[in-house]
């Protein structure tokens, strides 16, 4: 049977969360109006490394997930599987619209970060500026230590 | 001989023949191309089982697919006055 095409002798529709379960994977179908096909590849991509991933379109809209197991592996675990895949794809999808409704903020935050950058005097504009700078009286005597206070004559 | 039908609403043409060319040290794949789909016709295999080469094949696909997704569009060249 070629990648992609219904197996439906060697699959059981029996999963408690809609997953049909075969052999060595399990397939579910994805509605691309609740997930974003960003979310989906999301998902797929950090899935990757643990099994095979397979996209396929049945209709419009419609996104179906097959994920094959890269050794032996029970019904729960392929079900387990689909369940973690599912959690990871509705974590995605929640990063991506909270993503994008901070998008004007985090825009607006990094440009006034850019003009503070801009507008802020160098290291030598500073020295230059104390090198300018003319000392006043020092009525206070702020600038003489106190211990060169205390041994002067009363 | 497999046939991997990838559905181009969700699998770039790129992905697929970067994919085969990569994938050339280990399978003959030939890519025939429709309008909805590109399909890779996997023929000899070498070194490892068709099974696990053809289901390594897609995963790098959809890889490459994602990674192309998610790059940023490369900025225009400022028109020069």
Known sequence: MAIGEQDVQSEVPESRLGVVLGRDHASFDVDETVYPLEAIYGGAYLFVDR??????????????VRLTSRGAATSAELEALAGEFMNEM????ARLRLSQA???????????A????????SVDDLLAELDAEELGD????????????????? | MGQI?????????DAVEAAAAAYAEYADIALEQSSDTVVAVVGAVRGHDRDTIEHSFCNLVLQETVVRMRRPATPAAPESD
Do not use: H, M
């Open chain 1, 51 to 64: 099994c095979f991933v397979f996209l396929s379109r049945p209709k419009p809209q419609v996104v179906n």
């Open chain 1, 90 to 93: 509705l974590s995605q999808a």
């Open chain 1, 102 to 112: 901070t998008t004007r903020i985090r825009e607006y935050y990094t440009a006034a």
């Open chain 1, 114 to 121: 850019l003009r503070a950058a801009a507008s802020a005097p």
């Open chain 1, 138 to 154: 020092d009525p206070l005597e702020i600038s003489v230590p106190w211990d060169k206070k205390g041994s002067e004559p009363q």
């Open chain 2, 5 to 13: 039908t990838f559905d181009r609403s969700l699998y770039t043409t």
